[in-house]
Protein backbone atom coordinates (compact mmCIF):
# COMPACT_ATOMS: atom_id res chain seq x y z
CA UNK A 1 0.00 0.00 0.00
CA UNK A 2 1.06 3.53 -0.75
CA UNK A 3 2.73 4.87 1.99
CA UNK A 4 1.67 8.58 2.47
CA UNK A 5 4.08 11.58 3.40
CA UNK A 6 3.14 14.90 5.20
CA UNK A 7 4.08 17.99 4.51
CA UNK A 8 4.59 20.05 7.58
CA UNK A 9 5.82 23.41 8.47
CA UNK A 10 5.26 27.41 9.52
CA UNK A 11 3.71 29.50 6.59
CA UNK A 12 6.14 30.13 4.15
CA UNK A 13 8.91 28.13 4.24
CA UNK A 14 8.66 26.10 0.58
CA UNK A 15 5.72 23.43 1.68
CA UNK A 16 3.60 24.23 -1.39
CA UNK A 17 7.00 24.55 -3.75
CA UNK A 18 8.30 21.48 -2.23
CA UNK A 19 4.27 19.44 -2.87
CA UNK A 20 4.03 21.16 -6.47
CA UNK A 21 7.59 19.32 -7.42
CA UNK A 22 6.77 16.29 -5.87
CA UNK A 23 3.82 16.11 -7.69
CA UNK A 24 4.00 17.55 -10.95
CA UNK A 25 4.75 14.63 -13.22
CA UNK A 26 1.79 12.88 -11.96
CA UNK A 27 -0.40 15.58 -12.61
CA UNK A 28 -0.21 15.48 -16.36
CA UNK A 29 -1.87 11.86 -16.49
CA UNK A 30 -5.37 13.76 -15.84
CA UNK A 31 -6.36 16.48 -17.98
CA UNK A 32 -8.07 19.43 -16.68
CA UNK A 33 -12.20 18.56 -17.22
CA UNK A 34 -14.73 21.30 -16.35
CA UNK A 35 -16.10 20.66 -13.19
CA UNK A 36 -13.16 18.64 -12.04
CA UNK A 37 -11.83 20.22 -8.77
CA UNK A 38 -8.43 19.04 -7.42
CA UNK A 39 -7.86 19.47 -4.52
CA UNK A 40 -4.20 20.89 -4.11
CA UNK A 41 -3.00 19.91 -0.75
CA UNK A 42 -3.51 16.03 -1.86
CA UNK A 43 -1.35 14.20 -4.19
CA UNK A 44 0.33 11.49 -6.12
CA UNK A 45 4.22 11.18 -6.67
CA UNK A 46 6.82 8.17 -7.32
CA UNK A 47 10.31 7.85 -6.84
CA UNK A 48 11.56 4.85 -8.79
CA UNK A 49 9.25 2.32 -8.33
CA UNK A 50 7.59 3.63 -5.35
CA UNK A 51 4.35 5.23 -5.62
CA UNK A 52 3.42 7.52 -2.81
CA UNK A 53 0.40 10.27 -1.18
CA UNK A 54 1.74 13.28 -0.15
CA UNK A 55 -0.60 16.09 1.80
CA UNK A 56 0.68 19.41 2.07
CA UNK A 57 -0.47 20.72 5.46
CA UNK A 58 -0.30 24.63 4.56
CA UNK A 59 -1.61 26.63 7.35
CA UNK A 60 -0.66 25.17 10.41
CA UNK A 61 -0.54 27.83 12.84
CA UNK A 62 0.29 25.86 16.18
CA UNK A 63 0.49 29.68 18.82
CA UNK A 64 -3.23 30.56 17.74
CA UNK A 65 -6.22 28.39 18.98
CA UNK A 66 -9.16 29.94 17.91
CA UNK A 67 -11.34 30.32 14.56
CA UNK A 68 -10.60 29.17 11.50
CA UNK A 69 -6.68 28.40 12.26
CA UNK A 70 -7.16 26.29 15.14
CA UNK A 71 -9.43 24.74 12.46
CA UNK A 72 -6.54 24.34 10.53
CA UNK A 73 -4.48 22.99 12.91
CA UNK A 74 -6.86 20.33 14.22
CA UNK A 75 -6.74 19.04 10.38
CA UNK A 76 -2.81 19.44 10.11
CA UNK A 77 -2.75 17.03 13.59
CA UNK A 78 -4.97 14.74 12.25
CA UNK A 79 -2.47 14.40 8.99
CA UNK A 80 0.48 14.21 11.12
CA UNK A 81 -1.38 11.38 12.86
CA UNK A 82 -2.51 9.59 9.68
CA UNK A 83 0.55 10.09 7.69
CA UNK A 84 3.28 6.85 7.73
CA UNK A 85 6.37 9.40 7.19
CA UNK A 86 6.38 13.35 8.23
CA UNK A 87 8.58 15.90 6.36
CA UNK A 88 8.98 19.09 8.24
CA UNK A 89 10.34 21.86 6.64
CA UNK A 90 12.21 25.04 8.16
CA UNK A 91 13.80 27.70 6.16
CA UNK A 92 18.11 27.63 6.28
CA UNK A 93 17.82 31.57 5.32
CA UNK A 94 15.82 33.00 8.21
CA UNK A 95 16.98 30.45 10.76
CA UNK A 96 15.11 28.65 13.51
CA UNK A 97 11.90 30.45 14.54
CA UNK A 98 9.70 30.32 17.92
CA UNK A 99 6.98 28.74 15.59
CA UNK A 100 9.88 25.54 14.27
CA UNK A 101 10.32 25.56 18.08
CA UNK A 102 6.38 24.73 18.83
CA UNK A 103 6.18 22.45 15.85
CA UNK A 104 8.82 20.23 16.57
CA UNK A 105 7.71 19.60 20.05
CA UNK A 106 4.52 18.97 18.84
CA UNK A 107 6.53 16.18 16.17
CA UNK A 108 8.57 14.94 18.79
CA UNK A 109 5.50 13.76 20.81
CA UNK A 110 4.50 11.42 17.41
CA UNK A 111 5.58 8.22 17.03
CA UNK A 112 5.36 8.47 13.05
CA UNK A 113 9.28 9.01 11.81
CA UNK A 114 10.04 12.75 11.02
CA UNK A 115 12.39 14.06 8.76
CA UNK A 116 13.84 17.75 9.49
CA UNK A 117 14.66 19.73 5.97
CA UNK A 118 16.52 23.22 5.52
CA UNK A 119 14.89 24.45 2.96
CA UNK A 120 16.37 27.27 0.65
CA UNK A 121 19.47 26.02 0.61
CA UNK A 122 20.82 26.55 -2.58
CA UNK A 123 24.38 27.44 -2.96
CA UNK A 124 25.06 26.40 0.81
CA UNK A 125 26.74 23.67 2.09
CA UNK A 126 25.24 20.91 4.06
CA UNK A 127 26.92 20.93 7.26
CA UNK A 128 26.68 25.11 7.11
CA UNK A 129 22.61 25.22 6.56
CA UNK A 130 21.80 22.40 8.81
CA UNK A 131 23.98 23.73 11.63
CA UNK A 132 21.62 25.64 13.88
CA UNK A 133 18.61 23.40 13.51
CA UNK A 134 20.64 20.46 15.28
CA UNK A 135 18.83 22.66 18.25
CA UNK A 136 14.94 21.06 17.19
CA UNK A 137 16.61 17.20 18.30
CA UNK A 138 14.77 16.10 15.45
CA UNK A 139 17.91 14.02 13.96
CA UNK A 140 20.80 15.64 11.32
CA UNK A 141 19.02 18.10 9.23
CA UNK A 142 19.32 17.42 5.39
CA UNK A 143 19.34 20.85 3.13
CA UNK A 144 17.50 21.40 0.25
CA UNK A 145 16.10 23.64 -2.08
CA UNK A 146 12.52 23.10 -3.01
CA UNK A 147 12.60 25.50 -5.84
CA UNK A 148 15.90 24.30 -7.72
CA UNK A 149 15.50 20.66 -7.26
CA UNK A 150 18.42 19.87 -4.79
CA UNK A 151 18.47 17.51 -2.73
CA UNK A 152 14.55 16.40 -3.05
CA UNK A 153 15.21 12.83 -5.13
CA UNK A 154 17.74 12.08 -1.99
CA UNK A 155 15.19 13.00 0.66
CA UNK A 156 12.47 11.17 -0.74
CA UNK A 157 15.04 8.03 -1.19
CA UNK A 158 15.39 8.63 2.14
CA UNK A 159 12.09 8.87 3.19
CA UNK A 160 10.48 5.91 1.44
CA UNK A 161 13.13 3.54 2.53
CA UNK A 162 11.56 1.46 4.66
CA UNK A 163 8.49 0.82 2.55
CA UNK A 164 8.51 -1.42 -0.42
CA UNK A 165 8.38 -1.03 -4.02
CA UNK A 166 5.11 -1.45 -6.17
CA UNK A 167 4.08 -4.42 -6.90
CA UNK A 168 1.95 -5.00 -10.08
CA UNK A 169 -0.75 -6.76 -8.21
CA UNK A 170 -3.81 -5.72 -9.55
CA UNK A 171 -4.79 -8.76 -10.95
CA UNK A 172 -7.27 -9.39 -8.17
CA UNK A 173 -9.02 -12.51 -9.08
CA UNK A 174 -12.19 -10.67 -7.56
CA UNK A 175 -14.10 -7.12 -7.43
CA UNK A 176 -12.53 -5.22 -4.77
CA UNK A 177 -14.54 -1.81 -4.16
CA UNK A 178 -14.30 0.92 -1.60
CA UNK A 179 -17.66 2.76 -0.57
CA UNK A 180 -16.22 6.64 -0.53
CA UNK A 181 -18.53 9.81 0.11
CA UNK A 182 -18.37 12.38 2.71
CA UNK A 183 -19.55 12.44 6.16
CA UNK A 184 -23.62 11.55 6.56
CA UNK A 185 -24.27 10.68 2.70
CA UNK A 186 -25.13 6.71 3.87
CA UNK A 187 -21.88 4.80 3.03
CA UNK A 188 -22.29 2.83 6.83
CA UNK A 189 -25.96 2.18 5.74
CA UNK A 190 -25.23 1.01 2.22
CA UNK A 191 -22.75 -1.25 3.56
CA UNK A 192 -25.09 -3.06 6.28
CA UNK A 193 -27.21 -3.08 3.39
CA UNK A 194 -25.20 -4.87 1.25
CA UNK A 195 -23.30 -7.22 3.88
CA UNK A 196 -26.86 -8.04 5.72
CA UNK A 197 -28.10 -9.62 2.31
CA UNK A 198 -25.01 -11.65 2.09
CA UNK A 199 -22.88 -14.05 3.41
CA UNK A 200 -19.65 -12.51 5.24
CA UNK A 201 -16.71 -15.07 4.39
CA UNK A 202 -13.88 -13.04 6.67
CA UNK A 203 -13.50 -9.24 7.75
CA UNK A 204 -10.44 -7.82 8.97
CA UNK A 205 -10.62 -5.83 11.66
CA UNK A 206 -7.87 -2.62 10.51
CA UNK A 207 -5.54 -1.39 13.76
CA UNK A 208 -6.22 2.40 13.47
CA UNK A 209 -8.37 5.03 12.55
CA UNK A 210 -6.55 5.73 9.58
CA UNK A 211 -7.24 2.23 7.99
CA UNK A 212 -10.69 1.23 6.42
CA UNK A 213 -11.94 -2.22 7.13
CA UNK A 214 -12.07 -5.05 4.67
CA UNK A 215 -14.58 -7.50 4.53
CA UNK A 216 -15.00 -10.39 1.96
CA UNK A 217 -18.45 -11.58 1.39
CA UNK A 218 -20.23 -13.68 -1.62
CA UNK A 219 -22.97 -12.77 -3.76
CA UNK A 220 -24.70 -15.32 -5.94
CA UNK A 221 -21.82 -17.32 -5.88
CA UNK A 222 -19.20 -14.57 -6.89
CA UNK A 223 -16.28 -13.22 -3.98
CA UNK A 224 -16.01 -9.63 -3.67
CA UNK A 225 -14.32 -7.21 -1.18
CA UNK A 226 -15.90 -4.28 0.07
CA UNK A 227 -13.44 -1.62 1.70
CA UNK A 228 -15.43 0.18 4.25
CA UNK A 229 -14.32 3.30 4.94
CA UNK A 230 -17.24 4.28 7.69
CA UNK A 231 -15.82 1.44 9.58
CA UNK A 232 -19.45 0.07 10.18
CA UNK A 233 -17.96 -3.46 11.86
CA UNK A 234 -15.12 -1.28 13.93
CA UNK A 235 -18.52 1.04 15.41
CA UNK A 236 -20.56 -1.98 15.58
CA UNK A 237 -24.01 -1.71 17.54
CA UNK A 238 -22.69 -0.56 20.66
CA UNK A 239 -20.28 2.21 20.09
CA UNK A 240 -21.89 4.30 17.38
CA UNK A 241 -20.01 7.58 17.84
CA UNK A 242 -19.27 9.01 14.20
CA UNK A 243 -15.59 8.78 12.63
CA UNK A 244 -13.91 11.55 11.54
CA UNK A 245 -13.78 11.84 7.78
CA UNK A 246 -10.08 11.41 6.90
CA UNK A 247 -9.17 12.36 3.67
CA UNK A 248 -6.17 10.01 3.52
CA UNK A 249 -8.02 7.33 4.54
CA UNK A 250 -10.08 7.90 1.62
CA UNK A 251 -7.22 8.10 -0.55
CA UNK A 252 -5.87 4.99 0.51
CA UNK A 253 -8.99 3.17 0.45
CA UNK A 254 -9.74 4.17 -3.44
CA UNK A 255 -5.79 3.58 -4.24
CA UNK A 256 -6.28 -0.30 -3.15
CA UNK A 257 -9.68 -0.90 -4.90
CA UNK A 258 -10.70 -2.26 -8.20
CA UNK A 259 -13.49 -0.31 -8.21
CA UNK A 260 -14.97 3.21 -6.05
CA UNK A 261 -18.35 3.38 -5.42
CA UNK A 262 -18.95 7.18 -4.43
CA UNK A 263 -22.16 7.23 -2.37
CA UNK A 264 -23.88 11.09 -2.14
CA UNK A 265 -26.88 12.42 -0.65
CA UNK A 266 -29.43 13.06 -2.85
CA UNK A 267 -31.23 15.38 -0.42
CA UNK A 268 -28.23 17.85 -0.30
CA UNK A 269 -26.60 19.92 -2.97
CA UNK A 270 -23.29 18.47 -4.34
CA UNK A 271 -20.96 19.90 -2.80
CA UNK A 272 -17.10 21.05 -3.68
CA UNK A 273 -16.01 17.80 -1.15
CA UNK A 274 -18.24 15.51 -2.99
CA UNK A 275 -16.38 17.00 -6.26
CA UNK A 276 -12.97 16.75 -5.24
CA UNK A 277 -13.56 13.02 -3.69
CA UNK A 278 -14.81 12.03 -6.94
CA UNK A 279 -11.74 14.04 -8.68
CA UNK A 280 -9.19 11.56 -6.84
CA UNK A 281 -11.09 8.54 -7.84
CA UNK A 282 -10.71 9.87 -11.16
CA UNK A 283 -6.90 10.95 -10.47
CA UNK A 284 -6.28 7.62 -9.29
CA UNK A 285 -7.65 5.86 -12.35
CA UNK A 286 -10.22 3.57 -10.70
CA UNK A 287 -13.07 2.82 -12.15
CA UNK A 288 -16.28 4.28 -10.78
CA UNK A 289 -20.03 3.84 -9.82
CA UNK A 290 -22.30 6.33 -8.36
CA UNK A 291 -24.76 5.41 -6.02
CA UNK A 292 -27.05 8.43 -5.22
CA UNK A 293 -28.69 7.73 -2.39
CA UNK A 294 -31.97 9.00 -0.28
CA UNK A 295 -33.81 8.51 -3.36
CA UNK A 296 -36.53 7.37 -1.07
CA UNK A 297 -36.38 10.98 0.81
CA UNK A 298 -37.30 12.99 -3.02
CA UNK A 299 -40.03 13.14 -4.42
CA UNK A 300 -40.57 13.31 -8.34
CA UNK A 301 -40.20 16.42 -9.44
CA UNK A 302 -37.51 17.36 -7.24
CA UNK A 303 -35.72 14.16 -9.05
CA UNK A 304 -35.51 15.59 -12.17
CA UNK A 305 -34.01 18.72 -10.44
CA UNK A 306 -31.22 16.13 -8.85
CA UNK A 307 -30.55 14.46 -12.15
CA UNK A 308 -29.94 17.78 -13.91
CA UNK A 309 -27.70 19.17 -11.05
CA UNK A 310 -25.46 16.05 -11.12
CA UNK A 311 -25.37 16.35 -14.80
CA UNK A 312 -23.89 19.52 -14.41
CA UNK A 313 -21.61 19.35 -11.64
CA UNK A 314 -19.89 16.04 -12.31
CA UNK A 315 -20.31 16.28 -16.05
CA UNK A 316 -16.51 14.90 -15.63
CA UNK A 317 -18.09 11.15 -14.57
CA UNK A 318 -18.92 10.52 -18.27
CA UNK A 319 -17.56 7.28 -18.31
CA UNK A 320 -19.57 6.39 -15.06
CA UNK A 321 -22.82 4.73 -14.25
CA UNK A 322 -24.93 6.41 -11.67
CA UNK A 323 -27.97 4.69 -9.28
CA UNK A 324 -30.28 6.03 -7.59
CA UNK A 325 -30.50 4.01 -4.49
CA UNK A 326 -32.31 3.94 -0.76
CA UNK A 327 -29.69 2.28 1.15
CA UNK A 328 -32.00 2.58 3.81
CA UNK A 329 -34.56 0.61 2.15
CA UNK A 330 -32.33 -1.97 0.65
CA UNK A 331 -33.19 -0.37 -3.15
CA UNK A 332 -31.21 -0.77 -5.66
CA UNK A 333 -28.82 -2.64 -4.80
CA UNK A 334 -29.11 -5.50 -7.20
CA UNK A 335 -28.12 -3.09 -9.95
CA UNK A 336 -25.59 -1.26 -8.65
CA UNK A 337 -23.61 -4.61 -8.32
CA UNK A 338 -24.38 -5.01 -11.78
CA UNK A 339 -22.28 -1.75 -12.49
CA UNK A 340 -19.57 -2.92 -10.26
CA UNK A 341 -19.45 -6.33 -12.33
CA UNK A 342 -19.29 -4.05 -15.26
CA UNK A 343 -16.83 -1.69 -14.42
CA UNK A 344 -14.61 -4.20 -13.22
CA UNK A 345 -14.50 -6.06 -16.20
CA UNK A 346 -13.82 -2.76 -17.55
CA UNK A 347 -11.04 -1.85 -15.59
CA UNK A 348 -9.16 -5.18 -15.38
CA UNK A 349 -9.72 -5.35 -19.76
CA UNK A 350 -6.86 -7.53 -21.42
CA UNK A 351 -6.62 -5.87 -25.39
CA UNK A 352 -4.40 -7.75 -27.78
CA UNK A 353 -2.15 -5.48 -29.42
CA UNK A 354 -3.84 -6.36 -33.07
CA UNK A 355 -7.36 -6.07 -31.74
CA UNK A 356 -5.96 -2.48 -30.69
CA UNK A 357 -3.92 -1.69 -33.88
CA UNK A 358 -7.00 -2.67 -35.67
CA UNK A 359 -9.43 0.05 -34.29
CA UNK A 360 -6.34 2.03 -34.41
CA UNK A 361 -6.27 2.21 -38.01
CA UNK A 362 -10.34 2.24 -38.60
CA UNK A 363 -10.22 5.33 -36.20
CA UNK A 364 -7.14 7.44 -38.18
CA UNK A 365 -8.86 6.22 -41.77
CA UNK A 366 -12.45 7.67 -40.80
CA UNK A 367 -10.70 11.24 -38.92
CA UNK A 368 -6.46 12.01 -39.83
CA UNK A 369 -4.95 13.39 -36.43
CA UNK A 370 -4.76 16.95 -38.26
CA UNK A 371 -1.09 18.21 -39.44
CA UNK A 372 0.46 20.37 -37.08
CA UNK A 373 2.85 23.13 -39.40
CA UNK A 374 4.73 20.97 -42.12
CA UNK A 375 3.96 17.82 -39.92
CA UNK A 376 1.30 15.17 -39.76
CA UNK A 377 1.61 12.72 -36.67
CA UNK A 378 1.62 9.19 -37.90
CA UNK A 379 0.28 6.13 -35.84
CA UNK A 380 1.68 2.50 -36.91
CA UNK A 381 0.49 0.62 -34.00
CA UNK A 382 -1.15 0.26 -30.37
CA UNK A 383 -0.02 -1.93 -27.62
CA UNK A 384 -2.12 -1.97 -23.89
CA UNK A 385 0.54 -0.56 -21.37
CA UNK A 386 -1.57 -1.03 -18.25
CA UNK A 387 -5.13 -2.10 -16.96
CA UNK A 388 -7.25 -0.35 -13.90
CA UNK A 389 -6.81 2.13 -15.39
CA UNK A 390 -6.48 0.73 -19.11
CA UNK A 391 -3.68 2.19 -21.20
CA UNK A 392 -3.56 2.33 -24.61
CA UNK A 393 -0.38 3.24 -25.88
CA UNK A 394 0.26 4.21 -29.31
CA UNK A 395 3.20 4.13 -31.49
CA UNK A 396 4.08 6.56 -34.24
CA UNK A 397 6.24 9.65 -35.41
CA UNK A 398 5.46 13.28 -34.27
CA UNK A 399 3.13 12.50 -31.47
CA UNK A 400 3.57 14.82 -29.21
CA UNK A 401 1.69 17.25 -31.79
CA UNK A 402 -1.55 15.16 -31.39
CA UNK A 403 -4.14 17.62 -29.96
CA UNK A 404 -5.92 16.76 -26.70
CA UNK A 405 -9.50 16.90 -28.46
CA UNK A 406 -7.83 14.12 -30.99
CA UNK A 407 -6.92 12.08 -28.36
CA UNK A 408 -10.33 12.25 -26.57
CA UNK A 409 -11.51 11.06 -30.05
CA UNK A 410 -9.67 7.61 -29.80
CA UNK A 411 -10.60 7.59 -26.25
CA UNK A 412 -14.22 7.75 -27.18
CA UNK A 413 -13.48 4.98 -30.26
CA UNK A 414 -11.72 2.40 -27.74
CA UNK A 415 -14.33 2.84 -25.23
CA UNK A 416 -16.91 2.28 -27.90
CA UNK A 417 -15.53 -0.49 -29.61
CA UNK A 418 -14.23 -2.88 -26.59
CA UNK A 419 -17.60 -1.98 -24.65
CA UNK A 420 -15.52 -0.19 -21.35
CA UNK A 421 -18.45 1.79 -19.65
CA UNK A 422 -17.57 2.53 -16.23
CA UNK A 423 -13.48 2.75 -16.09
CA UNK A 424 -11.26 5.58 -16.86
CA UNK A 425 -9.23 5.21 -19.79
CA UNK A 426 -5.73 6.46 -20.98
CA UNK A 427 -4.84 6.93 -24.47
CA UNK A 428 -0.70 8.00 -24.37
CA UNK A 429 1.90 7.90 -27.24
CA UNK A 430 4.96 6.77 -27.73
CA UNK A 431 7.35 8.61 -30.47
CA UNK A 432 10.25 6.74 -32.34
CA UNK A 433 11.48 10.35 -33.10
P1 LIG B 1 4.51 27.48 2.20
O1 LIG B 1 3.76 28.61 2.80
O2 LIG B 1 5.29 26.71 3.22
O3 LIG B 1 3.68 26.58 1.33
O4 LIG B 1 5.66 28.14 1.28
P2 LIG B 1 5.70 28.40 -0.31
O5 LIG B 1 5.98 27.11 -1.03
O6 LIG B 1 4.51 29.18 -0.70
O7 LIG B 1 7.04 29.27 -0.42
C1 LIG B 1 7.18 30.51 0.24
C2 LIG B 1 8.20 31.36 -0.49
O8 LIG B 1 9.49 30.73 -0.45
C3 LIG B 1 7.87 31.53 -1.97
O9 LIG B 1 8.19 32.84 -2.33
C4 LIG B 1 8.80 30.55 -2.66
O10 LIG B 1 9.13 30.94 -3.95
C5 LIG B 1 10.02 30.57 -1.75
N1 LIG B 1 10.78 29.30 -1.82
C6 LIG B 1 10.29 28.04 -1.72
N2 LIG B 1 11.28 27.15 -1.83
C7 LIG B 1 12.42 27.84 -2.02
C8 LIG B 1 13.80 27.46 -2.20
O11 LIG B 1 14.17 26.29 -2.26
N3 LIG B 1 14.69 28.49 -2.32
C9 LIG B 1 14.32 29.80 -2.28
N4 LIG B 1 15.27 30.72 -2.41
N5 LIG B 1 13.05 30.18 -2.12
C10 LIG B 1 12.10 29.22 -2.00
P1 LIG C 1 -22.15 7.75 6.61
O1 LIG C 1 -21.61 8.80 7.52
O2 LIG C 1 -21.88 8.09 5.16
O3 LIG C 1 -21.71 6.36 6.93
O4 LIG C 1 -23.75 7.82 6.72
P2 LIG C 1 -24.76 6.89 7.57
O5 LIG C 1 -24.92 5.56 6.90
O6 LIG C 1 -24.33 6.90 8.99
O7 LIG C 1 -26.13 7.68 7.33
C1 LIG C 1 -26.30 9.02 7.74
C2 LIG C 1 -27.78 9.28 7.98
O8 LIG C 1 -28.50 9.14 6.77
C3 LIG C 1 -28.41 8.31 8.96
O9 LIG C 1 -29.30 9.00 9.76
C4 LIG C 1 -29.10 7.31 8.05
O10 LIG C 1 -30.21 6.71 8.69
C5 LIG C 1 -29.55 8.18 6.91
N1 LIG C 1 -29.71 7.42 5.68
C6 LIG C 1 -28.80 6.57 5.13
N2 LIG C 1 -29.29 6.02 3.99
C7 LIG C 1 -30.50 6.54 3.80
C8 LIG C 1 -31.52 6.35 2.78
O11 LIG C 1 -31.39 5.59 1.84
N3 LIG C 1 -32.66 7.08 2.91
C9 LIG C 1 -32.86 7.95 3.95
N4 LIG C 1 -34.00 8.60 3.97
N5 LIG C 1 -31.93 8.13 4.92
C10 LIG C 1 -30.79 7.42 4.86
Known amino acids: MKPTVALVGRPNVGKSTLFNRLTRSRDALVADQ ?3 TRDRHYGHGRVGEKPYLVVDTGGFEPVVDEGILFEMARQTLQAVDEADAIVFLVDGRTGITPQDKIIANRLRQNDRPVFLVVNKAEGISQSIAGAEFHELALGEPLAISAAHGDGV ?3 M ?9 ATDEKEARHPKFAVIGRPNVGKSTLVNAIL ?3 RVIAFDQAGTTRDSIYIDFERDDHTYTIIDTAGVRRRGKVNEAIEKFSVIKTMKAIEDA ?3 VLVLDAQLDISEQDATIAGFALEAGRALVVAVNKWDNIDGEQREL ?3 EIARKLGFLDFAKFHYISAIEGRGIADLFKSIDEAYRAAMVKLATPKLTRVLQVAV ?3 APPRVGQV ?4 RYAHQGGMNPPIIVIHGNALEKVPDSYTRYLEHTYRKVFKLQGTPLRVQYKSAE
Not at 376 to 379: A, E, F, I, L, S
Open 258 to 260: NVA
Open 153 to 155: REL
Open 365 to 367: ERQ
Open 157 to 165: EMVLDPFPA
Open 34 to 36: PGL
Open 306 to 308: VKR
Open 376 to 379: RPKM
Open 196 to 198: GEE
